[in-house]
C-alpha cells in the first residue's frame, strides 16, 4: 500500500462543475447580475452525466454550471460595468438622501453604460452563426414592438424594437425571402430564407397585451437588450448583402410616389418617415442602383448525365424564381378590417402591388376606386359596392397561395364561403403519416391536376377506404383459415363420433395460391423468428421503437376515423338538405 | 371696555382737535397747507403721550409702518401721515431737523408762525377748562357705585357723578323724543353723555367701514422711488472697495485645491462624453476570424422551438378538433401531461381571431429556457429497428425440419401425458390420465392397440433397441413394462426372450424397495408382461441406449431414494445415490457413454455410472428446470424451464448455459433433440412447439449455431395446460407433440 491517500472529489467530474451560488460567489455578483450575465453572455447550466458523483455524493436538485464557463465569465468587462452601476446607484441614494440635487445630476450625466457589441461577436463569431439563433431574437423584438409605450418597459426599447424589426421586413420584401406563412391562434408565423438558413418567427395579433403578473419582465428586458444588439448588426450586414442603405431609406422614385399632402394627419413629422418605412409600401434606395436582372447559372460543358442533372437543376431554379414572383402583375386592395401590416408584408414579398385605404394608414398609393385593382381583400359577410373586374376575396386566400407556392383558384375564397381548412405548411408530411384530404387536394393542385369538384372527394374517400381494406385484409386471412380449421374440426368430430354424416358433393373450391401472398409471410414469419432470437437489450430498444411506431400508426388511423365520421355527417346533413 | 372708553376719549380729542384747527384755519387761510398740518399735529402728539406710553411708543414708529398698527393707532397716523408725506422713512428725529431745515429756509412765515404757535399752545391749555379728567386710571367704574363722585380731577378734586340719575322710564322717554339719542353716548368716566357731532358720527362711519377717518387723504399717492432705478455717475455712498475684494480668496482657493486634487485622484471625472456609439450598428463580422472559431468553447446550442402543426391552425382541418371526451381528458390532465399546450379552436374567419392570452408566456417560458435549462447532449438512437434484428440463415436454407400438421392422433377422453416413437419409426405410444397407453401407428393414425393400466400414466418410454419392442410405462408407484407385440414375430419373440431370461435371478433378491412381479390374467393378455413396484409415485421412466437399463424416477424431497437404475434382463433394481441432492425433476441417460444425467430443480449433475462419481454440475440460472435432453452426440444439453427458459449447455464450453432462449410465453414443459437432424424442440403452455435449428460442429472452436425456424402451432390450451410432451420421430424430420387437448399431433 503506501501512497498519498485519494480523496473523493477532487478529481474527476466533480472538479468540472461548479454550482450556481459558488459560481455567484466567485464572481462576486449578486443574484439579478449574474442572471443578466448568464443572459447576455449564453451561459447555461449543464446536465452531469453523473449527478451524484459531481453533486459530491448528495441527490439534492443542483444546477451546474462547467467551471470552464464561469472562469470565462470572470475575465468578462461588462462585470465591471455591473459594479460601477451599482456604485452609481448607491451614490445616486445618498445624494438624494442629501438633497444635494447638483450631485444628482452631476452623477446622472456619469451614469454608466456599457455596450454589448464584442459579446455579440464573441457568442457568434461568424454571421451565419448569429442568422442561425435570430429566431428568438425576432419572436422577442416583435413582440416587444407591439407593447403600448407605457408601463412595462422602456419606450426607447419599444421604439428600437419596431424600428429593427421594421428593418427586417424590409429587408425581407426586399430580399424577396418568405417562404411560408401561418396563422395559427397565437399569431402569424413567417418563415424566411436568408443565406440558407431558415428562420421562423412569429408576431402576436394587433391587440393590445393583458400583461400577467407572473412573468419577469426583467428577464425579458435583458434578453431584448441582447436581441437588439444583434438584429441591428444582422441587419447591418443584410442590409450591404443587398446594396441597400443603412438605415433604410425610401427609394427616391418611390418617395416621390408617395408624397401626399396631408402627412400631417399620420403622424408627426419626426416620426412620419419611420412610418412610411412600416407601412411597408414602398422600396428601399440601393447604394448602387441596379435595375433587376435575371440571375443566370453559369453553364458549364458538360456531357451525359452530367448534362441532365444541370437541366434539371436549371428547371429547379427557375421554377422557384418563378415561386418567388406568384403576385408579380396583381394589384391588392386590403379593407380596412384585415391585418394590414401582415398582408402587406407577404403581399409585397411576392411581388404584388398593394394599398389601402389612405385613412387607415400613411403609404397608401391607390384608391378603391382604381380600375386596374385585381384583388380585393374583404374580411366581412358581404360588401355594398362592389366591383366587376376584381375578385372579392378573403385573406386566407393570400397565405394559401403563399404556401402552395401557387394562385389557388379563388371560388374557394369568396365573400361568405365557408372557408377550406388551413394547413400548417410546417408539417412534413412522411411515410405513415396521416395527411389530411384537403392537403392532398393541394398537391394534386400542385401537381397539375384538375380538381375535379364534388367526385373527387368521394374518391379520395374510396381510396381511403381501399387502404384500409388492406390493413384489413391480413386478419381476415387468418380469420379465413381459422373457420376453415374450425369447420374441418367440426367435421373430424362427426367423423369420430361415428355419426352419418350428411354426406353431399359440393364442388371444391379452388384455392387460389397467392404466391406473393405466401412470399409475404413466409418473410413475415422469418422476420418473428428472427426477432427472437435478439438479444435482450437490444429486444428492448426494438420493441420501444416499434411501440412508438404503432402509436404513430394509431394516431393517424384515429384521425382518419375522426375525418370520416365528419365527412359522414356533412354529407347526411347536405342531404337532408336537398330533400 | 376699555378700548371703547379710550375710542370715546379719542373722539372727544379729536373733537376738539378739530374745533382748534377750524379756528386756526380761519385765521391763517393764506398759509401752506403742509405747515398747517405740521402745527396741527404737535398738540395732538401731546395729547397722545399724556393718554398713555403705551400709545406714545406706538406713535412713534406709527410713521414707519404703517399696517403694523392698531385702529387706534391709525387715527393718529393720519395726522402724521398727511405731516410727513415726503418723508416716510425717516425717524422723528429727522423729522424734526428737517422741519428744522426748512424753518430756516423760510425766515419771514416763521416769525409769524412762531406767534401763532404760542398761542396755540395757549389755547390748548386754556380749553383745559372742560377737560374733567378723571385720574382714577383703568379701573372698573362699578368700585365708585356707591359714591357720590365718580373719581378725581387733575387737581385731586372730587368728580361729581350728575345729579339726576335717569332710570329707564327716562331713558325709555329720551329715546323716544329726542332727536339726538342715537348719538348720544354716555362717559362712563365722567358719567355725562355727550352728544356727537356730526363730523365726529362721520368718523365714526368711515372708522367701521375700515375708511382712513380723515376725508382728505389721499390713499393711493403715487409713490416715489428714494432711489432712482437709473444708474448714476455717482456712487450712493463714496467709500473706497475693501481692500479684500483684491485679493484673491482664501477660502475659494482652498476649494479649488479640493477640487484640483480630486480630479487628479480620479475621484471627479470629467463630464462624459455623450457617447452614442450606442445603437449604432456596423459591420461587426467585416474581418471573420476561423481562429477564434475554433477557440470557441463547447457550445450546445439550445433547441429550436418545434414548428406548429395542423391543429394549431385558425382554421384547422375538423379531424384535428377536439371532441367532448378529448376535451375533457385535456381539461383533467396535468399542464405537464398534455399532448398539445392549448385547445385547438376554428374560427370561421380571420377577423374573429382574438389574441393569444399566453403569447407573453411562453416567449418568457422560452427565455427562461435558454438561461435556466440545464442542457445535455443525449445521443439520440437513430437506429433502423430493421438492423437490429440478427441476420440469421434463413430457415428455408435449413431444411428440413416440421412445417405443417399433417396427422391428428385422436382417441384419448384425458391429457396426455408423455408420448413415445419406437425405434424403428413405425410406432407411437401415448400415456394418458384416463388410464389408457395407447399405441398409434404413425403413418396411418390408426389405434392399433389400447392397454388399460388402471390410473394416470405419467410416463412411457419405447426401449431404444432396435431387436426388441418393449415398452416402459410409469403410473402411481409402478413401472409397468409392455410387450406391445406389434411388427416382426422375431422382434416379438426377442423381446419376449428377453423378458423370461430374466426371471430366475429376480428371485433371489428380498428385503428390495423395488418389488419385481410378473403379471397374470387378463393384463397379461393385454401385453403387460413385469410389474416393477416402487414405494413412491414414479414420474419418469427413460432408457438407456442399449435397452438393456432403465431409470425410474420417484420425485420426493426428503428421500435419498428419488431415482432406480432397474436391469431389465437380470431383473435388478438399484439405487445410485447415497445423498438426496434435492428434488429430481427428470434423469436421461448418455447415449454413448456410461453417463448420467440427474436433473435437480436448479442444476444438472452429471455422473460416471462407471467411476460412481459427478464430473459435472451445470447451473441452468433458471427457477424450476421441467425437463432435460441431451443431444445425440453427447456434448450438448438442453434444459426447459417452467419459467419459460430454454438453456443449452456446451459441456465442453462451460457449466454455464451457452444459451439461453425465451421464446415462449409460459412454462416449457418439454424439450427434445432430433437423432439425427440438428434440430430440437421445446413445447410450451403457451400451445406452441417451437422448432429450432441447432448445428453442432464438429470443429471445437466452432459455436453451435441456433436458429430458431419454426413455431409449430395447432393444440388448443385447456385448463392452463398447452402441449406436455414431445418428440422426434429417429429418422424423419418429424415431430410429435402430445397436448393436454387430448390429441396428438404429428407435423411434418
Redesign the interface.
Known amino acids: 500500500m503506501g501512497g498519498i491517500q485519494k480523496k473523493k472529489f477532487e478529481r474527476g467530474a466533480a472538479t468540472n462543475y461548479i454550482t450556481r451560488n459558488r459560481a455567484r460567489k466567485k464572481l462576486q455578483l449578486s443574484l439579478p447580475d449574474f442572471?443578466r450575465l448568464?443572459?447576455l453572455k449564453g451561459?447555461?447550466?449543464?446536465?452531469p452525466?453523473h449527478k451524484k458523483k459531481v453533486n459530491k455524493g448528495s441527490t439534492a436538485p443542483r444546477?451546474?454550471y462547467?467551471l470552464?464557463?464561469i472562469r470565462?465569465l470572470l475575465h468578462e468587462p461588462i462585470v465591471g460595468k455591473f459594479r460601477e452601476y451599482k456604485i452609481f446607484v448607491r451614490k445616486l441614494k445618498k445624494a438624494y438622501g442629501k438633497t444635494e440635487w447638483s450631485a444628482v445630476e452631476r452623477l446622472r450625466?456619469?451614469k454608466p453604460?456599457y455596450?454589448l457589441?464584442h459579446i455579440?461577436?464573441?457568442r457568434?463569431?461568424?454571421?451565419i452563426d448569429?442568422l442561425?439563433?435570430i429566431?428568438?431574437a425576432l419572436?422577442?423584438c416583435f413582440?416587444f414592438s407591439t407593447f403600448a409605450r407605457t408601463g412595462k418597459c422602456h419606450v426607447q426599447t419599444i421604439k428600437?424594437c419596431r424600428r429593427l424589426t421594421v428593418e427586417w421586413m424590409n429587408f425581407v420584401i426586399t430580399a424577396r425571402a418568405l417562404q411560408k406563412v401561418?396563422?395559427?391562434?397565437?399569431?402569424i408565423?413567417y418563415q424566411a430564407d436568408v443565406m440558407g438558413q431558415l428562420i421562423?418567427w412569429v408576431v402576436?395579433?394587433q391587440?393590445s397585451?393583458?400583461?400577467?403578473t407572473?412573468?419577469?419582465y426583467r428577464?425579458?428586458a435583458t434578453?431584448t437588450e441582447l436581441y437588439t444588439t444583434l438584429l441591428?448588426?444582422v441587419?447591418?450586414?443584410l442590409y450591404?448583402s443587398l446594396n441597400l442603405v443603412?438605415p433604410p431609406k425610401i427609394d427616391s422614385k418611390a418617395e416621390s410616389e408617395l408624397k401626399e399632402d396631408h402627412e400631417e394627419d399620420y403622424a408627426m413629422n419626426s416620426e412620419s418617415y419611420s412610418e412610411k418605412l412600416a407601412a411597408l409600401s414602398a422600396s428601399l434606395a440601393r447604394v448602387v442602383s441596379t435595375e433587376e436582372e435575371d440571375v443566370q447559372l453559369d453553364q458549364f460543358p458538360a456531357e451525359g448525365e452530367d448534362m441532365e442533372k444541370m437541366e434539371a437543376r436549371e428547371k429547379e431554379q427557375k421554377q422557384l424564381e418563378a415561386q418567388k414572383k406568384i403576385f408579380e402583375g396583381l394589384k391588392f386592395f386590403l379593407n380596412r378590417?384585415?391585418?394590414r401590416e401582415s398582408l402587406a408584408f407577404v403581399i409585397r414579398c411576392f411581388g404584388g402591388m398593394v394599398s389601402w385605404d389612405k385613412s387607415v394608414c400613411i403609404g397608401s398609393t391607390y384608391d378603391v376606386t382604381d380600375e386596374t385593382i385585381t384583388h380585393q381583400i374583404v374580411?366581412?359577410p358581404n360588401i355594398d359596392k362592389q366591383y366587376i373586374n376584381r375578385y372579392y376575396i378573403?385573406?386566407?386566400w393570400v397565405y394559401d397561395c403563399v404556401n402552395a407556392k401557387m394562385l389557388l383558384p379563388v371560388e374557394d375564397y369568396f365573400l361568405g364561403v365557408?372557408?377550406p381548412?388551413?394547413?400548417?405548411p410546417?408539417?412534413e408530411e412522411k411515410e405513415g403519416d396521416y395527411v389530411?384530404?384537403?392537403r392532398l387536394k393541394i398537391m394534386a393542385l400542385q401537381k397539375g391536376e384538375k380538381p375535379a369538384q364534388e367526385d373527387e372527394g368521394e374518391e379520395e374517400e374510396e381510396e381511403e377506404d381501399e387502404e384500409e381494406e388492406e390493413e384489413d385484409e391480413d386478419e381476415e386471412e387468418e380469420e379465413e383459415e381459422e373457420a376453415e380449421e374450425k369447420n374441418l374440426k367440426k367435421m373430424?368430430e362427426q367423423r369420430?363420433q361415428g355419426k352419418s354424416l350428411q354426406v353431399k358433393v359440393t364442388a371444391g373450391k379452388v384455392k387460389a395460391e397467392n404466391r406473393a401472398r405466401l412470399e409475404q409471410e413466409?418473410k413475415a414469419?422469418?422476420?418473428?423468428?428472427?426477432?427472437?432470437?435478439?438479444?435482450k437489450r437490444?429486444k428492448y430498444?426494438?420493441d420501444k421503437?416499434?411501440f412508438g411506431?404503432k402509436r404513430k400508426i394509431r394516431e393517424a388511423n384515429k384521425?382518419?376515423a375522426?375525418?370520416k365520421a365528419?365527412d359522414d355527417a356533412e354529407k347526411a346533413k347536405k342531404k337532408k338538405a336537398r330533400k | 371696555m376699555e378700548e371703547r372708553r379710550g375710542n370715546v376719549q379719542n373722539i372727544e380729542q379729536r373733537s376738539e382737535m378739530k374745533k382748534v384747527r377750524e379756528k386756526t384755519q380761519k385765521k391763517r387761510s393764506n398759509e401752506e397747507d403742509e405747515e398747517d398740518q405740521f402745527f396741527n399735529s404737535k398738540p395732538a402728539e401731546k395729547d397722545d403721550d399724556d393718554d398713555d406710553l403705551s400709545d406714545s411708543e406706538d406713535s412713534v414708529y406709527s410713521g414707519l409702518e404703517d399696517s403694523g398698527s392698531d385702529s387706534e393707532d391709525e387715527e393718529d397716523e393720519k395726522e402724521e401721515g398727511s405731516l410727513d408725506d415726503e418723508n416716510d422713512d425717516d425717524d422723528n428725529d429727522s423729522q424734526s431737523q428737517q422741519t428744522a431745515v426748512k424753518k430756516s429756509k423760510n425766515k419771514n412765515a416763521e416769525v409769524i408762525e412762531e406767534k401763532e404757535k404760542k398761542e396755540d399752545e395757549y389755547e390748548h391749555d386754556t380749553s383745559d377748562e372742560e377737560d374733567i379728567r378723571n385720574t382714577v386710571g383703568n379701573i372698573p367704574m362699578e368700585w365708585y357705585k356707591d359714591f357720590p363722585h365718580i373719581g378725581y380731577d387733575l387737581d385731586g378734586k372730587k368728580i361729581y357723578k350728575p345729579i339726576r340719575n335717569k332710570d329707564e322710564l327716562d331713558e325709555f322717554l329720551d329715546k323716544m323724543e329726542n332727536p339726538d339719542y342715537w348719538r348720544t353716548v354716555h362717559d362712563k368716566q365722567t358719567g355725562a353723555d355727550v352728544v356727537l357731532s356730526d363730523e365726529q358720527v362721520d368718523l365714526v362711519n368711515r372708522l367701521q367701514k375700515g375708511q382712513f377717518g380723515d376725508l382728505n387723504f389721499n390713499e393711493y399717492q403715487p409713490s416715489v422711488d428714494f432711489f432712482t432705478k437709473d444708474v448714476m455717475i455717482h456712487p450712493v455712498t463714496n467709500r473706497p472697495a475693501d481692500k479684500r475684494s483684491f485679493i484673491p480668496s482664501l477660502i475659494e482657493k482652498e476649494k479649488v485645491s479640493k477640487l484640483v486634487h480630486a480630479i487628479k485622484m480620479g475621484w471627479i471625472k470629467p463630464r462624459r462624453v455623450e457617447d452614442d456609439s450606442k445603437g449604432r450598428y456596423y459591420d461587426l463580422w467585416a474581418n471573420e476570424d476561423s481562429s477564434l472559431l475554433a477557440k470557441h468553447r463547447m457550445h450546445l446550442p439550445a433547441p429550436k422551438i418545434p414548428l406548429p402543426g395542423h391543429e394549431e391552425s385558425y382554421n384547422p382541418p375538423p379531424e384535428y378538433l377536439f371532441t367532448d371526451e378529448e376535451r375533457s381528458l385535456w381539461e383533467q390532465q396535468d399542464p405537464s401531461d398534455r399532448k398539445l399546450p392549448f385547445v385547438p379552436k376554428k374560427f370561421s374567419n380571420l377577423r374573429q381571431v382574438p389574441a393569444f392570452p399566453r403569447f407573453i408566456h411562453e416567449r418568457f417560458e422560452r427565455c427562461l429556457d435558454l438561461y435556466l435549462c440545464p442542457r445535455q447532449r443525449k445521443m439520440r438512437v437513430n437506429v433502423n429497428p430493421e438492423d437490429l434484428i440478427p441476420k440469421l440463415p434463413k430457415p428455408k436454407d435449413l431444411q428440413p425440419f416440421p412445417t405443417t400438421q399433417s396427422l391428428v392422433y385422436q382417441g384419448h377422453s384425458g391429457l396426455v401425458r408423455s408420448i413415445s416413437v419406437s425405434p424403428s419409426g413405425q410406432w407411437l405410444a401415448s400415456g394418458s390420465d384416463d388410464g389408457s397407453v395407447k399405441l398409434w401407428e404413425v403413418c396411418s393414425s390408426r389405434c392399433m392397440k389400447t392397454v388399460q393400466v388402471g390410473g394416470a400414466v405419467k410416463s412411457v418410454a419405447w426401449n431404444p433397441n432396435q431387436s426388441v419392442c418393449l415398452l416402459a410405462v410409469a403410473l402411481e408407484s409402478v413401472v409397468l413394462i409392455l410387450s406391445p407385440s406389434l411388427g416382426d414375430k422375431q422382434v416379438i419373440s426377442a423381446s419376449e426372450r428377453l423378458l423370461t431370461g430374466q426371471q430366475e435371478e429376480g428371485l433371489s433378491e428380498g428385503s428390495d424397495p423395488v418389488v419385481w412381479s410378473d403379471v397374470e390374467g387378463e393384463e397379461l393378455n393385454q401385453g403387460i408382461r413385469i410389474k416393477i413396484t416402487h414405494p413412491k409415485a414414479v414420474h419418469q421412466v427413460t432408457w438407456h441406449a442399449k435397452g438393456d437399463y432403465l431409470a425410474s424416477v420417484m420425485p420426493d424431497h426428503s428421500s435419498h431414494l428419488q431415482v432406480f437404475i432397474h436391469q431389465v434382463r437380470r431383473r435388478r433394481s438399484q439405487n445410485p445415490f447415497r445423498k438426496n441432492k434435492g428434488l429430481v425433476q427428470c434423469v436421461s441417460f448418455h447415449p454413448i457413454r456410461p453417463y448420467f444425467f440427474v436433473a435437480t430443480q436448479r442444476s444438472v449433475r452429471i455422473y460416471n455410472l462407471v467411476k460412481q462419481e459427478m464430473t459435472k454440475k451445470l447451473q441452468a440460472n433458471s427457477k424450476w428446470i421441467s425437463s432435460i435432453a441431451v443431444h445425440p452426440g453427447g456434448d450438448h444439453v438442453i434444459s426447459g424451464s417452467y419459467d419459460c427458459r430454454l438453456s443449452w449447455f456446451d459441456l465442453d464450453l462451460s457449466t454455464k448455459p451457452y444459451k439461453m432462449l425465451r421464446h415462449h410465453k409460459k412454462a416449457v414443459r418439454s424439450v427434445a433433440y432430433h437423432r439425427s437432424y440438428p434440430l430440437f424442440a421445446s413445447a410450451s403452455d403457451d400451445g406452441s412447439v417451437i422448432v429450432c435449428h441447432g448445428t453442432v460442429y464438429n470443429d471445437l472452436l466452432q459455436n453451435p449455431l441456433i436458429v430458431p425456424v419454426k413455431v409449430l402451432r395447432g393444440h388448443t390450451i385447456t385448463h392452463d395446460l398447452g402441449v406436455l410432451d414431445v418428440k422426434f420421430h429417429p429418422t424423419q424430420p418429424w415431430i410429435f407433440s402430445s397436448g393436454a387437448d387430448a390429441t396428438i399431433r404429428l407435423f411434418t
Request: aromatic share 14%.
Open positions: 442572471r448568464c443572459i451561459i447555461y447550466p449543464h446536465e452525466k444546477t451546474f462547467l470552464k464557463d470565462f450625466e456619469n453604460t455596450k457589441d455579440i461577436k464573441e457568434y463569431p461568424s454571421f448569429a442561425r439563433d429566431d428568438d419572436c422577442m413582440l428600437l401561418f396563422i395559427s391562434i397565437k399569431g408565423y421562423t402576436p395579433y391587440f397585451h393583458d400583461h400577467p407572473d412573468v419577469d428577464v425579458m434578453f441591428g448588426f441587419n447591418f450586414r450591404h443603412y378590417e384585415v391585418p374580411d366581412r378573403q385573406p386566407q365557408t372557408l381548412p388551413h394547413l400548417s410546417f408539417v389530411p384530404p384537403d373430424e369420430s413466409e414469419e422469418e422476420k418473428r423468428l428472427a426477432i427472437m432470437m435478439m438479444k437490444e430498444l426494438y421503437i416499434m411506431k384521425l382518419a375522426k375525418r365528419y
